[in-house]
């Protein structure tokens, strides 16, 4: 863990004690360098900013060094200052060079390099001081970090512990900042720079805590993206299944219907053919058959229309199935059952045989024999079939156009048209 920075503010010049209302200057000398020594001695770094005479720096770095020297850290020691003005040097440097560093600024004026470097330390050690020491003080307070001061000695180290008594928002608790204004004892050292280091580690943990209360923020979010995701990956797999499941239903349902469909137009295949054999075998029987009478010429002549006609209504899906046609049996729409047709086809075979035999027969006049019964019964057949073919064909077209409306048997023109 990097060693806590702290920053040396403060002074104790005899000639300004009413000045400043400095107290107790005969033991500032002693207390500086036991600060110092109790700073090395856990582990701090310090950063200081002049050598001028009666500076609390002068003293903490002669007790700071006595216990580094014996366990040396380099550049432990930083000295900030203006190029303007001199170098600082202490009297130190000379055995332990090692243990300084100093950091020139190339500002002019030195407060901006003192004040400018408060932003980079983890605490400020104020004993004594002037009117710079109380700026800096208040610097370290608005910016929320560390701070001791030794009011026992006075100063403007005196008036930035009265500020901390009325500060609600300290890291210091009141009974520590009142244990700040006690008398000084040599023991005060150690418990003032615990304190300071303390308020140090009270800042990492609401850093740490800020940091890990962020990283559960950002995992939470991260949780809830995740979640989300899934719960839209499971979504997707749930439309898909469904579409997968409609699909298969609708192939099913479809090949159910194409199945149906050719059952169908077999039936109609078998019924068309079956009357067709009727019809001509009818015809077979009676033409140049002898020594049949009228009688029996009669209802082969009005059979074989009827079963001629129904033949004529029926080919019409066996035909549709062979791409012959208007007529195309469609999957996806149900066949009307094979009897209809049938019917359709009876009654007109019927209606053409009735009006061609009694036209026929108006035209032979009284003089009618059996042969003319065995002429007319082919032309009865064809007439027939033609009737139940062109009646079915006609049936279907009005039954289609009441069902999409008259636009679609009698198409308009367009505006051009």
Not at 2 to 14: E, W
Not at 124 to 153: D, H, K, N, Q, Y
Not at 287 to 302: K, Q, V, Y
Not at 317 to 326: E, K, M, T, W, Y
Request: proline content about 5%; hydrophobic content about 40%.
């Amino acid at each position: 863990m990097k060693a806590p920075l702290i920053a040396i503010v403060g002074s104790y010049d005899p000639k300004r004690t009413e000045e400043l209302s400095l107290r107790h200057l005969d033991q500032s000398e002693a207390a500086g360098r036991e600060l110092g020594r109790e700073l090395a001695r856990q582990g701090c770094q310090i950063v200081v900013y002049a050598s001028y005479p009666y500076l609390l720096e002068l003293d903490v770095v002669t007790g700071y060094v006595e216990v580094k020297k014996e366990n040396p850290e380099p550049d432990c020691i930083q000295v900030h200052y203006s190029v303007t003005y001199n170098k600082p040097s202490f009297p130190e440097e000379a055995d332990n060079p090692g243990l300084f560093t100093f950091k020139a600024d190339a500002n002019r004026e030195w407060e901006v390099s003192f004040y400018a470097s408060l932003q980079k330390v983890n605490g400020l050690l104020m004993m004594g001081g002037g009117p710079s020491s109380m700026i800096a003080g208040v610097v370290a307070m608005g910016s929320g970090r560390p701070i001791v001061t030794v009011p026992f000695f006075g100063g403007y180290a005196n008036l930035i512990w009265e500020l901390l008594r009325n500060q609600q928002d300290l890291l210091l608790t009141k009974s520590e900042v009142f244990e700040l204004g006690q008398p000084w004892k040599q023991e005060s050292a150690k418990r003032y720079v615990e304190l300071l280091l303390c308020q140090g580690e009270q800042l990492s943990r609401k850093e740490q805590e800020k940091i890990d209360e962020a990283n559960r923020i950002q995992e939470n979010f991260r949780n809830q993206l995740d979640e989300k995701d899934k719960q839209h990956k499971l979504e997707l797999d749930r439309q898909r299944d469904a579409m997968h499941q409609q699909f298969a239903a609708e192939t099913a349902a479809a090949e159910a219907a194409r199945q149906n469909t050719e059952k169908t137009v077999r039936t109609y295949a078998l019924v068309s053919a079956l009357f067709l054999v009727i019809a001509l075998g009818i015809w077979g029987y009676a033409w140049g058959r002898t020594g049949l009478t009228s009688a029996w010429l009669m209802p082969f002549l009005i059979l074989a229309p009827l079963a001629a006609g129904i033949s004529g209504s029926t080919s019409q899906v066996a035909f549709g199935s062979l791409g012959i046609g208007s007529v195309r049996p469609k999957e996806q729409k149900e066949l009307p059952p094979v009897i209809t047709s049938a019917s359709m086809g009876l009654v007109g075979g019927g209606i053409t045989m009735l009006l061609y035999i009694v036209s026929q027969f108006v035209a032979i006049g009284d003089n009618i024999e059996p042969k003319h019964y065995q002429r007319l019964i082919p032309f009865a057949l064809g007439t027939g079939f033609a009737a139940g073919f062109a009646l079915d064909v006609v049936v279907r077209k009005l039954r289609d156009t009441a069902e999409k409306g008259l636009g679609s048997a009698f198409p308009t023109k367009g505006a051009n048209g």
